[in-house]
């Protein structure tokens, strides 16, 4: 594949992820519930991952990947604090 055709795939990611990004966060301030508000964080967290690793075709840095990781640990993190919101502590 030829570098211009990444560099448009990966604008077009980049595009549709903060699209992704900015429609949670519209909707974080329309819904009322809390447990609501829990999931679309989770999702704006994946989004955003989602931009980083897209923009991450572009550079020559060997840190990204170690940083993929620990978002990617963040995420498990995070998705566990959830499970704990929607359960509303009890375990």
């Known amino acids: 594949m030829s570098e211009s055709v990444v560099h448009i795939i ?5 595009a549709l992820c ?8 519209i909707q974080v301030f329309r819904v009322k519930g809390n447990v609501s508000r ?3 964080s989770d999702v704006a967290f994946f989004s955003m ?17 170690d940083i993929a990781m620990l978002a990617g ?10 499970a704990r919101v929607i359960s509303r502590g009890r375990r």
């Open 10 to 14: 990966g604008g077009i990611g980049v």
């Open 18 to 25: 903060a699209l992704a990004f900015l429609l949670v966060v």
């Open 38 to 40: 829990a999931v679309m």
């Open 49 to 65: 991952v989602g931009v980083f690793l897209t923009t991450a075709l572009f550079r020559e840095t060997a840190i990204t990947f």
């Open 73 to 82: 640990l963040l995420g498990i993190l995070s998705t566990v604090g959830l």
